[in-house]
């Protein structure tokens, strides 16, 4: 569908990607009264991992983590995304699943709320095409492609800046089908019984294993082949936050269970008595409930040594996967010494960056500089001066990290830029002295007070 810009009003600003970050931009930008075309490649070429023509279709995992804003920074985030008008946080809302403490969401249910939404907005004009440097004359640009950046692209950003992107692996944890799950061995408990938004404390299956099966797991992964590395892959690193399952087990025998398999918090329905010494929990991937993905476990194992491995999980001897676990190499760029601090390339300031290919790394955050750099473009052509928001909110934190925050010299020398989730280290410290266990809160707390004064009492278009 393409919808029709009025000839008349500001020239449009030009999006090119249509994930959650080029969405979101895209979404305030119209909001905003300015024109926008944006521009995404699908369906004329596709990518090694979505699977429709939809906007901000999720890939990976359909989680958006926890929704608590005065406990966690990227439940903070949620809630100034939602003071701001964003449009996944309205579509995540709309297709929330249970999922204990986190907000999780009906993936196909999540992308047609947003593709519905960006269909009918009549100042977003929809061009399925591919997009390599965007044209002299596209005097204003957001570039929101992701970390699947397609090549064309990614060399004409390259020659552009004289900079090489860096990359890292990011990976994709297997779903496996509920009614082949043994509850005569699994249970539902959300851990520490934390109940969610639309959860009710028992929302994720939890599969025990005993020190012998858990020991025996770590073996097999350590012994399984693995999906050979390309060539131009071998030296990209990984993203600590999303680790494959067997590179964690190589750090040690014990990093499993302190980590995606660690058993605190719950308690085994069917042996109430005997504490699990590991604990493999699946999250609910679908609103029918018929879907469940293995958390953590994000994999490049090869297929059979999946199926084989992962069946040797109690619980899960006869499971059904309708999908494996994967891996792919994202890009993104050396953004503090490349972007400004209103996210426009320094050596051609009418190109903006947004989402992944930034540096951050998770679905909201990449949202949320979506919806920072459409609230600046779209300034920008209202003839406005672009104002960053505080560095004491999620946004100016995450936007600090982005854009400068990260890079310092060190003993060794100059320390690289490496892509990070939201978290209340990237926050100035407060100014008085608050008891450990209320420092988030806090934290929290002042970044709301200093996200409506930033917004001034300006309430967004409400989204209809």
Known sequence: MINTVPPCGPRPIHVVGGGLAGSEAAWQIARSGVPVVLHEMRPVRSTPVHKTTR????????SFRSDDAGASAIGLLHAEMRRLGSLVMRAADA??????GALAVDRDGFAAAVTAAIEVEPLIDIRREEVSLPPAEWDSVIVATGPLTSPALADGIRRLTGEDALAFFDAIAPIVHRDTVDFGIAWFQSRYDKAGPAG???????????????EAFVDALLAAD?????????????????????????????????????????????HPRVKPYAVVQLRQDNKLGTLFNM?????????????????????????????????????????????????????????RFAGQITGCEGYVESAA???????????????????????????GALLGHITGGHIATIDAGTRSFQPMNVNFGLFPPLARRIPRGGQKSA??????????????????????
């Open 55 to 62: 906007f901000a279709e999720l890939v990976c995992s359909n």
């Open 95 to 100: 297709s929330k699943l249970p999922a204990g």
């Open 200 to 214: 009710s404390g028992a929302d994720y299956i939890n599969c025990p294993l005993t020190r012998e099966q858990y």
């Open 226 to 270: 693995k999906v050979a590395f390309h060539d131009f892959e071998t030296t990209t690193p990984y993203f600590d936050g999303c680790l494959p399952i067997e590179v964690m087990a190589e750090r040690g025998p014990e990093t499993l269970r302190h980590g995606p398999m660690k058993p605190f918090g719950l308690t085994d329905a069917h």
């Open 295 to 351: 958390v953590g476990f994000q994999t490049k194992l090869k297929h059979g040594d999946q199926l084989r491995i992962f069946r040797t999980i109690p619980g899960l001897a006869n499971a059904e996967f309708a999908r494996l676990g994967g891996l792919h190499r994202n890009t993104f760029l050396n953004s503090p010494k490349l972007l400004d601090r209103t996210l426009r390339l320094k050596c051609e300031p009418r190109l």
């Open 369 to 395: 500089i979506g919806l920072l750099a459409g609230r600046f473009a779209a300034a920008e052509r209202r003839g406005e001066q672009p104002d960053v928001p505080p560095p004491t909110t999620a946004h």
């Open 443 to 464: 934290l929290s707390a002042r970044a709301q007070a200093d996200l409506d004064r930033w917004i001034g009492g300006e309430v967004p278009r409400a989204a209809e």
